[in-house]
């Protein structure tokens, strides 16, 4: 819980600190996908984010995503997928912000991903993400926006990988 | 402004190659059938070696295992007797031909599941269920990394009537280079 605090503090510190013509928010949904993870099964993720302009084309995307994989069924049983709650911090490097119309960027990113599943430890690890998505401006200061990206995990010389896709809505104050 | 344009250019570029890199990593779930099983026993304890050496999908992963996640079990036990049957697996590197009696096992082996109860006319422990009765996961995982080990379960419920009629260990390992 003091985690997702300060993840809130972060965007709410970052929106205010930003010029109001440069500031959006967000919200989305969508699937995650585990990657080479056979106890693992598709499952849906959703977040929430700010967008704060840096200058053109570059903006910072502090955000937090609920996410809960998908049970892995075997021939012996089935396992419950994990809950996965992550936040931190994107770079956005494109389109944002931007009049009618697509605009396609790159997406990279840090954050920390608490995992919790029955019978597992519990895990806090920091984490690494990269992406590319398409905002496409509706007008009024909306945009739909859709995503992929991809997350790796890393801890004990090992690692946690999945994929997630996404389509939200983006909204600029100002525009 | 030109160094932070050519970083934040970079940035998401090496973010997709660092996730193209950790790829030939994954988690795996391997299961192994215990042998020795189909047995009818009124005996406190019984002892299974298992091998997952034997196993392909440990064979293929079993020189790049990062670590074990979990260690569980799926039993098909009947029990035939009146009264419920509570059990504890114990776990060793290997059979020691002193460890003939239960208490020996519990003086030298290592417990690594307790607290499951079979009711009379049960006759099944799922994946799951056994994962929540999974102790000392330390020692089960580092026992488990070595391919052979010998399972014991015991029972304090006497006297007691069942059937065994499979066992498997299932593993889930991350592996990757």
């Not at chain 1, 205010?16 to 013509?21: E, G, L, M």
């Not at chain 1, 944002?96 to 990279?108: F, R, W």
């Not at chain 2, 994954?26 to 009124?42: A, H, L, N, W």
């Not at chain 2, 299974?48 to 064979?59: A, M, Q, S």
């Amino acid at each position: 819980m003091k985690k997702i605090l300060v993840a809130l503090i972060l965007c709410l510190g970052l929106t205010a600190t930003a010029s109001a013509a440069g500031i959006g928010v967000g919200g989305y949904g969508g699937l995650a996908i585990p990657v080479v993870q056979d106890d693992q099964g598709n499952g849906t993720v959703f977040g929430v984010k700010a967008k704060v302009k840096l200058m053109p084309g570059f903006s910072l995307e502090p955000n937090i995503n609920f996410m809960k994989y998908g049970d892995a069924d075997f021939d012996f049983g089935t396992r419950k997928g994990s809950k996965v709650t992550f936040y931190g911090v994107d770079l956005a490097l494109g389109g944002t912000g931007m009049p009618v119309g697509p605009k396609i960027y790159l997406l990279g990113g840090v954050g920390m991903y608490s995992i919790t599943r029955d019978n597992d430890e519990d895990k806090d690890e920091f984490g690494f993400s990269a992406g590319l998505g398409v905002e496409i401006g509706v007008g009024g200061g909306l945009a739909l926006d859709i995503r992929g990206k991809g997350h790796v995990i890393p801890f004990d010389d090992g690692s946690k990988k999945f994929a997630t896709v996404t389509g939200g809505l983006n909204y600029y104050l100002g525009m | 402004m030109k160094k932070f344009m050519k970083f934040s250019t970079i940035f998401p570029l090496a973010g997709l190659l660092f996730l193209a890199g950790c790829l030939v990593s994954g988690t795996f779930v391997i299961d192994v059938d215990i042998d020795e099983t189909d047995v009818v026993t009124t005996s406190e304890f019984k002892y299974c070696l298992v091998d997952l050496t034997d196993n392909g999908d440990w064979e293929d992963h079993k020189d790049d295992i990062k670590y074990i996640d979990n260690v569980g079990f799926e039993l098909w036990v009947e029990n035939n007797g009146d009264a419920a049957v509570t059990g504890e697996f114990y776990i060793a590197r290997e059979h020691d031909a002193g460890t003939d009696e239960a208490d020996e096992v519990r003086d030298v082996a290592t417990r690594i599941l307790s607290g499951i109860e079979l009711a009379p006319g049960d006759n099944y422990i799922d994946w799951p269920t056994s994962l929540g009765h999974v102790e000392n996961l330390d020692s089960l995982k580092a026992i488990t990394e070595t391919g052979t080990f010998v399972i014991y379960g015991l029972t304090e419920t006497l006297p007691f009537d069942i059937t065994l009629d499979s066992a498997t260990v299932i593993v889930t390992v991350t592996a990757g280079n």
